[in-house]
């Protein structure tokens, strides 16, 4: 019983919905979306990558052991001389033998003979080898020039970071503003198909009076069946748009969401379409003018590298060689420092020649560089006309829709009272339905045209306008 109740507990928890507010979607996005996760590991990743290239002009020690077997060992081997009475025939092939002859004056040879000396091996039969090195770079021109590269690629990692928060947070913001226009338009035609259906009920018992035709109740029911369509419609579309939602916030799709933040309108949209209308741009806060800028200092210092190309790499080193099984005749020494120098003198103009295209692509990223700034400038002032002009469209589209329902409404007074016929209220209807669906399509418009322009802008999420 105890673990039922508990289990029902857990369940009725697991089920609730979570409240959320435009504000608390993104901060959820920004921590749990799959594109900024990623963005986060290759931050990480450009971070590992600079301690990299700062570690190629730091000292490596390196330890290399061996194991050798030798089946026959070299042997090297020194002749002697001896004094003998025997007189021993030369041996070209082993140099030995008598190679020279004293007489004594009581008439006896003494003879002078080289023989083979004791065998000395040049090696051992089994030994073990490990040498212990340390290498320091002490001069290269295309590591200073990595060194300098390093804030650079740190920069790029940091800008294309920023580039993927803003992407995420105007998806979001454009699915959270979607949602609420579909929220609030599900409301509204719920409310009319209530009015139709309540309409629906008098006008059918009016005509089992004899008071209206038949082709009046159809018409009321054609209408009450096209809302519904369109009630419908709107459901499938917030089903699809919460998931949505879920996946940009990098939530399970197991988890019931709710949007607790009103719909932006009136005043409030007024104002906050009005602010970015009369934004300053500073193209020095834009992340693709950034992105281009940081390329086109990668290009001059891809430049730089093939520069250094003429000039000299040094390296010094010290090997220190440990054996478990030395030979007595061993000619490997046990410790050992040097330097090395790599000087380039001649290449038949291969490097000139590499410079000079590098030259050429840093020539082409400034130009590039010009022409996103005469771009972006160009596209500020158009995404704020655009804003301009979708408030304009926001505002005509508010004042239609309080007519058109104003419209409506009396007609179905007058529908009621036998003053309005079928058929003009089936057109009012129409023409309010319509007017309806392009106001919320103004609203949806103008926001995602803020979107569009608070992403160029580079606004910080905090900095929004509720």
């Given at each position: ?17 979570q ?74 092939s082993?140099?030995?033998g ?27 039969k ?49 699915t ?16 009319n ?13 009016m ?68 602010q ?82 590098k ?23 158009q ?12 505002l ?49 418009d ?21």
């Amino acid at each position: 019983m105890v673990a039922m109740i508990v289990g029902g507990t857990f369940l009725s928890m697991a089920q609730e919905s979570q409240k959320l507010s435009l504000e608390k979607s993104i901060k959820m996005a920004l921590q749990n979306n799959t594109n900024i996760l990623n963005s986060k590991l290759d931050l990480k990743a450009a971070q590992n990558k600079i301690w990299e290239i700062t570690a190629m002009g730091l000292p490596h020690i390196d330890v290399k052991s061996s194991y050798q077997h030798l089946f026959i060992i070299p042997e090297l081997n020194f002749p002697g001389t001896k004094l003998s009475k025997t007189k021993v025939p030369y041996d070209s092939s082993t140099g030995t033998g008598t190679t020279s002859e004293i007489q004594l004056n009581s008439g006896e040879n003494i003879y002078l003979n080289l023989i083979a000396g004791d065998p000395i091996p040049l090696g051992v039969k089994n030994n073990i080898s490990t040498d212990f090195t340390v290498s320091q770079l002490i001069f290269s021109g295309s590591y200073i020039v990595g060194l300098q590269a390093r804030r650079a690629y740190i920069n790029l990692a940091k800008q294309n970071d920023e580039k993927t928060k803003l992407e995420v947070i105007e998806t979001v913001v454009n699915t959270y503003h979607m949602l609420q226009l579909a929220e609030e338009s599900r409301k509204v035609l719920a409310q009319n198909l209530d009015n139709i259906t309540k309409t629906l009920s008098e006008i059918t018992e009016m005509n089992k009076q004899g008071f209206v035709e038949m082709t009046d109740v159809d018409q009321l029911e054609v209408t009450s069946n096209t809302i519904r369509n369109a009630l419908n419609q709107i459901d499938s579309n917030l089903n699809v748009g919460y998931r949505l939602l879920k996946i940009q916030l990098g939530v399970e799709d197991s988890v019931k969401i709710d949007l607790s933040d009103p719909m932006e309108s009136d005043e409030s949209l007024m104002n906050s379409s009005m602010q970015l209308i009369n934004e300053k741009f500073n193209i020095d806060q834009n992340t693709d003018y950034l992105l281009v800028k940081t390329s086109e200092q990668f290009t001059k210092l891809d430049m730089k590298v093939s520069q250094s190309g003429f000039l000299p790499t040094l390296s010094g080193f010290y090997n220190h060689n440990i054996q478990s099984n030395a030979a007595s005749f061993n000619f490997v020494p046990k410790d050992l420092i040097g330097i090395n120098l790599t000087l380039p003198i001649f290449s038949s103009g291969e490097r000139l020649a590499v410079v000079a295209q590098k030259r050429v692509a840093y020539e082409k990223a400034q130009n590039s560089s010009r022409l996103i700034s005469k771009s972006l400038s160009m596209q500020a002032s158009q995404y704020q006309n655009d804003v301009k002009l979708k408030l304009e469209r926001y505002l005509n589209q508010k004042k239609s829709n309080v007519l058109s329902d104003t419209i409506y409404q009396r007609t179905i007074e007058k529908y009621k009272l036998g003053m309005s016929s079928s058929i003009d209220l089936m057109n009012v209807q129409n023409q309010y339905l319509t007017n309806l669906s392009s106001y919320y399509q103004s609203i949806y418009d103008l926001q995602e045209s803020k979107s569009k322009l608070e992403k160029l802008f580079n606004i910080n999420p905090d900095t929004i306008k509720k």
